[in-house]
Structures are given as structure tokens and as C-alpha cells.
């Protein structure tokens, strides 16, 4: 997952440090190197002193950005009359924004590495802050540059020296009718922090407070059924154990899911309200206007998937045909079929298996994952209170940033693939320079580089299998991938728009009514069947606070389906054109982004290239 970082309708705040200023350029052959991995855990942890030194540090800065930087530029922005005005103040806004980002993910990660280090949570709170009033200032500025006349925008979108900009100002002026007076939106900022503390409540429930059940598994070790421990659990070949984990891991979350529907219902109200005091229709509207897609593409997304789940019949047919044990259940989705063992594979294996994998993509991106790999980017092992799941943070600044919970399993190998392709995309759009929007990559369009990669390496293991059982193995993996990427985070989508919609038109957000809403949408895309306490699951899942996340995930892997496919196959222009885009950030609509790849998001037929793999 992309971590969506500190927003403001300037873009995604990301930094780049004199170390990448030069441009990466990719070898066009294809490498025929036996990677190996680094040996031991060296890089294998986070060094959050490469952000700040230390706390002290980070406080200075606060202060400094607070009582010297922003006013500042508050007092520049109001000089604007010319071209070189407006440019040294867009440039003292990226530097600020740049410095705003480094605190806030300085303080995200800490708290992520323990989730109830106090000190962090204050810590990330005055980063919050600080971007709230980043935000008023964004908003001062945009009034600004709106309140002005025909011939000085037709100067800002010509001038050669503000060209880096020209994209952004733009969406400025096209985004008029949303931009409210800076006064409005002060008042907004409450609602705004309101949202964020609730999500950031859920999160802690999630991650810290709530209590799994310790169970023995089938040789009578004591094994914690929680989200850490669950792929290898699924993947066991003892279906008793497998049931008893998913019942005691269901049952946790069931046992919080009053408490998980009001933190939803209250996140959803305020991201609601929002939206439509920003006059845009919904809050659906405001992330696919965000994204450059449109609800309509959003809805075909989920109607052209509701359309097709008669392959995922034929899949449960296969499965219970080969494990032959009856009715299948959800925890026996995961289970390898035949003779197929799920492998061990350590960190240090995996980073020469993706390294082999992912060498068809040049030399150099072989070399960027060294670098990963070896200097600190990855924090892999999982730790009591860290935060569950896995992501690519919203800086790379002085690289960018993962968070693993690596468990030594094909899934957690594949999440760490899915993770790269996040911190390459973000490296290469931000040493390809320019403008800080430009060089920024979408949340929206990056899950593309995460799922090339996934898949990439799931064809590498199967044609590289030792034998038939493994290689059923990794076919299995790569269609467990293709399910939960694509017809699983569309049941996420299906799911987050029908209770924004109950939201919208007045109605609560209960357990119960989510239980029932997510029990009847489950039925389409899962014929597994399930027990009555895995209807509260959606108390789990993290996305629902991220604001229609989910469906990027299911959009994009259609489209790294088209792109491995060819890229695997030896296709030399579409390796281009994939180099590219990793390249491109957002400096041109993300709509060109993916005709790049040559893909039209407008024609739902970009979807076969996933239903025909």
C-alpha cells in the first residue's frame, strides 16, 4: 500500500535530497545475474535519525517552520505581481511543504514502530497542526492567484521560468469552484481534526489495544491468532487448526465491533460533510476528482467486476474438486492444493528472489533494491505494538521508507515486492526533478509499480520451480494475488461506497447495519461460505479511513496484468513505456499516465487483461 501522507490540494508532499538530483537511467537489457540477498539483518531496521537526530531536533523544527518559516511566507505570498514573484514564492512553498512532510512522517513512523508511545502520538499531532496551517496558507495562496486577472494567468501558464508549475496552477484555476475563502476554511479545520483523531482511534484499537487469543497450533505451540500470524495459519495443511485460528481471529474483531462502527460512522459524517461544503456532490466525488478518474469510471470499475464473479465459482469448484474435504470455508481459501507445500522463505532469500525477478526491469532497478536492502529503507521484522500490515510511506526523503511485518512466507515475500515497487516508483519520479507536485507520485496510480512487481516475481517462481508441486504452489499464489487484489479490494470499494451512501442519505452506521451491508455484498464476491462473526471483518480494514483507496488497487492490477504480461514476454517498447512512467510522477493527467501504458480507463475493457491471465 501507498500510505497517503499529509495532503493538501497542492499535491502529496514528498522531498528529494541532493543525493538523487541526478536522473536514474535504466539499462534496457534484460540482466542475467543470480542475485543473492544480504546476509544477516543488516538494513533490516529503520533509523529515524536520518529524518531528525533526535526528538530535540524535531522540536526545533517545529518551532522554526512554525514562528519563522510560515510567516514567512505568508508575508511573500502577498508581494505576487510578476512572474519571478510568483516563482520564488512557489518555490518557498515546495521547500516548506518539503520541511512540514519530513516532521509529520518523523512522527508517523515512530509511532508506527509502537503504537502506544505516547510521545509519539504528541509528536504527530504537532506535525498535524503545523499542516493545518500549511493547508490555510495553500488555501490563502490559491485565493490569491485566484483573485487575479486573464493577463496575469495567461503570463503564469506561459512564462518558461514557471513552467514545472504550469500543471499545477492549472488544476488552481480549473478547481476554482472548490477552493473556499481561507476565513471558511479555518472553520473547517475542527471537523478536519475531528476525522483524523477518530481514524487515528480506530487505528490504535486496531494495532494495540484490542486482545487475541493465544490457541495451540497442531504440534501444541501457543500461537497468538492475530494479523501477523494469519497467511501462515491459512497456508497450514491441519484444517482443524486453520478453523480454530480464523474462529478465534474473527471473534477478537467481532467482540469490538460496536466500538469499530461508531469510530466509522463518525469518520464517515465528518469526510462527508467536507466534501460538500467544498461543493463537490460526495465524498466519492472529491477522491475520483483528486484521482482524475470520475465516479462513473468508479462504478463501471465495480459493475464490470460484479459481472464477471462467475470465474471465482469456477475456482471454488477446482479447489473443492482437489483438497476433496466438502463445503469450503473461508479458512480454507489459502491452503495449498495437491502436493503443493507452502515454502519458508527467509528475508534474506527474498531479496535475491525479487532481486532475479525484478532484474528484467534493468540493471539499475536491481541496484536501487540493493541500496534498499542494504541501507535502512525496510523496517522487516514484525514487534509487539508495531503497526500491522505493511506500506511505502509518503516521503523519500533521504529514501523512502517500508514498513514489513515479514514472517518468512511466499505472502510476506510478495508484500515486500508490492512495497519496492511503491519505494522505486516515488525514488524515480522524485529524482527526475522538476516542481514538488510534479515529481510526486499519485496514491491513486502508483499501486500499479506495486503490482508489476508482484507479479513479475510470481511468474519468476513459477517458471522457475523446481517442480510440478511448486510450481501448483506459486500458480496458486499468483491467483490468490490476482482474487484479493482485484475481486477482494472491489468488495472492499462495492462496501465502502454503499455506507458512505447510507451516510449520505441520513442513515447510521451500526454494527448491525454494517454486519448486514457486508455480509450481502461478501455473498457476490466470495463463494466461500463463512461463520456469522466474520460479518464484522470490515472493523479490521484500515482503507476505510483512507477515503476510497481501495479502488485503485483493483483498477491497477488490470493494468500491471497488461504490463507484466509484456514486459515478461521480452517486449522492449512496453519496458520503455513502463521505465516512463516510473519516471513521470504527476506531471502529466493520470489518465495520459496510463495511456502511456496503453491502457484507456474510460473502456472497461482494460479489466480482460486480469479475467484472461
Known amino acids: ?47 529515524l535519525s536520518e529524518l531528525f537526530v533526535n526528538d530535540a531536533a524535531f522540536q526545533a523544527e517545529v518551532r522554526d517552520c512554525t514562528d519563522k518559516a510560515l510567516p514567512a511566507f505568508n508575508s511573500l505570498k502577498d508581494t505576487v505581481n510578476d512572474a519571478a514573484s510568483l516563482k520564488m514564492v512557489l518555490e518557498a512553498f515546495d521547500d516548506l511543504s518539503n520541511r512540514v ?62 513552467a514545472p508549475w504550469k500543471r499545477m496552477l492549472q488544476k488552481i484555476k480549473d478547481e476554482a469552484k472548490y477552493t473556499l475563502p481561507a476565513n471558511e476554511e479555518a472553520l473547517l479545520i475542527p471537523t478536519s481534526q475531528a476525522a483524523d483523531n477518530i481514524a487515528n482511534t480506530a487505528a490504535v484499537l486496531r494495532n494495540g489495544d484490542m486482545e487475541w487469543q493465544i490457541i495451540k497450533d497442531a504440534a501444541g505451540n501457543d500461537i497468538t491468532a492475530n494479523y501477523i500470524n494469519y497467511s501462515v495459519a491459512m497456508s497450514d495443511p491441519d484444517r482443524d487448526y486453520r478453523k480454530r485460528y480464523y474462529e478465534a481471529y474473527i471473534g477478537a474483531i467481532a467482540k469490538y465491533r460496536d466500538t469499530f462502527a461508531q469510530a466509522l460512522n463518525g469518520y464517515t459524517v465528518a469526510e462527508e460533510k467536507l466534501s460538500v461544503l467544498h461543493h463537490y456532490d460526495s465524498r466519492l466525488d472529491e477522491t475520483t476528482h483528486d484521482d482524475e478518474t ?24 477446482i479447489r473443492e474438486k482437489a483438497l476433496n474435504i466438502g463445503k469450503l470455508y473461508s479458512y480454507d481459501h489459502e491452503v495449498p492444493i495437491g502436493n503443493a507445500v507452502a515454502p519458508v522463505i527467509s528475508y534474506t532469500d527474498a531479496q535475491g528472489l525479487i532481486k532475479n525477478a525484478l532484474s528484467t526491469l534493468g540493471e539499475d ?61 516515488g525514488f524515480r519520479s522524485d529524482a527526475a526533478g522538476g516542481s514538488l507536485y510534479n515529481r510526486g507520485t499519485s496514491a491513486f496510480n502508483s499501486e500499479v509499480a506495486s503490482t508489476t512487481n508482484q507479479l513479475l516475481l510470481s511468474r519468476y517462481m513459477i517458471d522457475h520451480a523446481a517442480n510440478n508441486s511448486e510450481k501448483l504452489y506459486y500458480v496458486q499464489q499468483e491467483l490468490d494475488t490476482l482474487n484479493n487484489t482485484f475481486y477482494g479490494q472491489i468488495e472492499f470499494a462495492d462496501f465502502e461506497k454503499q455506507f458512505h451512501d447510507l451516510s449520505m442519505s441520513g442513515g447510521a452506521l451500526t454494527a448491525d447495519a454494517l454486519d448486514k451491508m457486508f455480509m450481502d455484498i461478501s455473498k457476490i464476491y466470495s463463494p466461500y461460505k463463512k461463520t456469522d462473526a466474520a460479518d464484522s471483518y470490515w472493523g479490521m480494514v484500515p482503507h476505510f479511513y483512507y477515503n476510497y483507496y481501495v479502488y485503485s488497487y483493483a483498477m491497477d492490477i488490470c493494468i500491471a496484468c497488461r504490463v507484466a504480461d509484456r514486459i515478461y514476454a521480452g ?14 510522477g504527476k506531471s502529466i493527467p493520470t489518465t495520459e499516465l496510463y495511456k502511456m501504458l496503453g491502457v484507456d480507463i474510460s473502456r472497461p475493457d482494460y479489466i480482460t487483461a486480469l479475467t484472461d491471465r
Open 365 to 425: 532497478y536491481v541496484t536501487t533494491l540493493d541500496t534498499a536492502f542494504q541501507n535502512g529503507w525496510i523496517d522487516a521484522y514484525p514487534a509487539e505494538k508495531k503497526d500491522s500490515g505493511a506500506y511505502s510511506s509518503g516521503t523519500v526523503y533521504p529514501h523512502p521508507w517500508i514498513l514489513m511485518n515479514y514472517t518468512d512466507d511466499y505472502y510476506s515475500m510478495s508484500t515486500l515486492a508490492h512495497e519496492l515497487g511503491h519505494a522505486v516508483h
Open 101 to 162: 512532510n519530513n516532521l509529520y512522517w518523523y512522527a508517523c513512523q515512530k509511532a508506527d514502530l509502537n503504537t502506544a508511545d505516547s510521545e509519539a502520538a504528541s509528536e504527530k499531532k504537532a506535525a498535524s497542526d503545523l499542516n493545518d496551517s500549511l493547508n490555510l496558507a495553500d488555501k490563502a495562496l490559491r485565493n490569491m492567484l485566484l483573485s487575479k486577472d486573464e493577463a496575469f494567468w495567461n503570463i503564469a501558464l506561459s512564462d518558461a521560468s514557471l
Open 1 to 47: 500500500m501507498m500510505r497517503r501522507g499529509i495532503m493538501i490540494k497542492y499535491g502529496k508532499v514528498k522531498v528529494i535530497s541532493i543525493a538523487m538530483a541526478a536522473i536514474l537511467l535504466f539499462s534496457a537489457v534484460q540482466g542475467n545475474t543470480a542475485y543473492a540477498g544480504t546476509s544477516g539483518d543488516a538494513g533490516a531496521s529503520w533509523n
Open 294 to 317: 470520475s465516479v462513473e469510471i468508479y462504478n463501471a470499475l465495480i459493475s464490470g467486476a460484479r459481472s464477471g464473479t462467475g470465474i471465482l465459482k469456477r475456482e471454488i469448484g
Open 571 to 584: 517486449d522492449q517498447e512496453e519496458l520503455q513505456n513502463y521505465r516512463n512512467f516510473l519516471s513521470a
